[in-house]
């Protein structure tokens, strides 16, 4: 598109780098005793514990797969319940994978993907239940949570009415490259308006002063205009909020009396089949904690065969749990201390 050359094959796992991770590793890493955090999405399993293990070149890497999923992806598009159930099984099966040989980093948003929200959950949808049921998704998977800029204010992508309102490089040649590949300027910016990475990028929306508080001057990528409803101020002034609940969420995981669990507990999968759910156990020394996250916009009724001692998050104010069954209403998250 623009005359280069990807040099990704050349130098993306290819033989022999281990030597120079080892060195990065000893020369730069351990005389601090630092924690390394590295962009490796494509580590093969047998790999997998020179990365991350106990003797790894890292402390951990990201957990990529669910970057590719977008609901309105011509593959996905009016199918987000097919969507959902395929995240699942990409996130379920990367844990597998990894199954206590070291610590991924889980995260939703990042700057590279346009904002989660907008990923995993149809637009007429997007809302307070929908986005802290997406939140609570992989929050207390085993590994160490990441939250990027703007996401505990439920900041969304700024969809651009022309190309020339963008500005990142590499959105021009993604351009560029659609119109090689024969679409019209139309559809090349409808495409740009659901991948761009800028959606990531926009300043940080902090309240609903000029430029969502962010700056006094001019900032090189556009503030979305939203951010006079969308704000982190706004949101703390709420009761119900996306900003509260991460705070519940944060404080339950750092508990004293959970976070051993959510550290060193396994992870069991339940509801696998079951459309439009991630759930799964956490369990630790005779201890359980059961997540549940409808990702539908339908309520669901589900068969329920634990004793729950303590409702510990609900993003609603009450939880229906009859005799053998839990009533989940659409995007309804809830986390509870449970006896098997």
Same mark, same amino acid.
């Given at each position: 598109?623009?005359?280069?050359?990807n040099?990704?094959?050349?130098?993306?796992?290819?033989?022999?780098?281990?030597?120079?991770l080892?060195?990065?590793?000893?020369?730069?890493?351990?005389?601090?005793?630092?924690?390394?955090?590295a962009?490796?999405?494509d580590v093969?399993?047998?790999?997998?514990?020179?990365?991350?293990?106990?003797?790894?070149?890292?402390?951990?890497?990201?957990?990529?797969?669910h970057?590719?999923?977008?609901?309105?992806?011509?593959?996905?598009?009016?199918?987000?319940?097919?969507?959902?159930?395929?995240?699942?099984?990409a996130l379920?099966?990367?844990?597998?994978?990894?199954?206590?040989?070291g610590?991924?980093?889980n995260?939703l948003?990042?700057?590279d993907t346009?904002?989660?929200?907008?990923?995993?959950?149809p637009?007429?949808?997007i809302? =307070?239940? +929908?986005?802290s049921?997406?939140g609570?998704?992989?929050?207390?998977?085993p590994?160490?949570?990441?939250? $990027? #800029? &703007?996401?505990?204010?439920?900041?969304?992508?700024?969809?651009?009415?022309?190309i020339?309102?963008?500005?990142?490089?590499?959105?021009?040649?993604?351009?560029?490259?659609?119109?090689?590949?024969?679409m019209?300027?139309?559809q090349?910016?409808?495409k740009?308006n659901?991948?761009s990475?800028?959606?990531?990028?926009?300043?940080?929306q902090?309240?609903?002063q000029?430029?969502a508080?962010?700056?006094?001057?001019?900032?090189?990528?556009?503030?979305?205009?939203?951010?006079?409803e969308?704000n982190?101020?706004?949101?703390?002034?709420?009761?119900?909020s996306?900003?509260?609940?991460y705070r519940?969420m944060?404080?339950?995981?750092?508990?004293?009396e959970?976070?051993?669990?959510?550290? =060193?507990? +396994?992870l069991?999968?339940v509801?696998?089949?079951t459309?439009?759910?991630?759930a799964?156990?956490r369990? $630790? #020394? &005779?201890?359980?904690?059961?997540?549940?996250?409808?990702?539908?916009?339908?309520?669901?009724?589900?068969?329920?065969?634990?004793?729950?001692?303590?409702?510990?998050?609900?993003?609603?104010k009450d939880?229906?749990?009859?005799?053998?069954?839990?009533?989940?209403r659409?995007?309804?998250?809830v986390?509870a201390?449970?006896?098997?």
């Amino acid at each position: 598109m623009d005359g280069y050359v990807n040099g990704f094959p050349y130098f993306r796992n290819v033989k022999g780098i281990e030597t120079f991770l080892n060195e990065l590793k000893k020369e730069t890493f351990l005389p601090h005793d630092a924690f390394t955090l590295a962009e490796a999405d494509d580590v093969a399993p047998e790999d997998l514990e020179d990365f991350i293990g106990e003797d790894g070149y890292f402390s951990s890497i990201f957990d990529f797969c669910h970057t590719r999923y977008h609901v309105n992806h011509p593959k996905w598009k009016d199918r987000p319940v097919e969507m959902i159930n395929d995240l699942r099984d990409a996130l379920f099966q990367k844990q597998e994978y990894v199954n206590g040989r070291g610590f991924l980093c889980n995260f939703l948003d990042n700057h590279d993907t346009s904002r989660s929200a907008e990923r995993f959950i149809p637009r007429e949808d997007i809302g =307070y239940y +929908s986005m802290s049921a997406l939140g609570s998704v992989n929050f207390f998977f085993p590994g160490i949570v990441f939250l $990027y #800029q &703007g996401q505990a204010a439920g900041m969304l992508d700024y969809r651009k009415k022309s190309i020339d309102e963008f500005r990142d490089p590499t959105t021009f040649n993604m351009y560029r490259g659609y119109l090689q590949e024969g679409m019209t300027e139309e559809q090349a910016l409808e495409k740009l308006n659901v991948e761009s990475r800028e959606h990531a990028r926009t300043p940080m929306q902090w309240n609903a002063q000029e430029n969502a508080g962010f700056t006094d001057g001019t900032p090189w990528f556009a503030v979305n205009p939203n951010y006079k409803e969308i704000n982190l101020e706004a949101e703390k002034g709420k009761e119900e909020s996306l900003y509260h609940w991460y705070r519940k969420m944060i404080a339950l995981r750092k508990s004293d009396e959970y976070s051993e669990l959510f550290i =060193y507990g +396994s992870l069991i999968p339940v509801y696998e089949k079951t459309d439009g759910v991630i759930a799964y156990e956490r369990e $630790y #020394q &005779g201890r359980c904690v059961l997540v549940i996250c409808n990702l539908k916009a339908a309520p669901q009724e589900l068969p329920f065969g634990w004793n729950v001692k303590k409702i510990l998050l609900s993003n609603h104010k009450d939880v229906n749990i009859e005799k053998e069954k839990i009533c989940l209403r659409g995007y309804e998250t809830v986390i509870a201390d449970i006896e098997k």
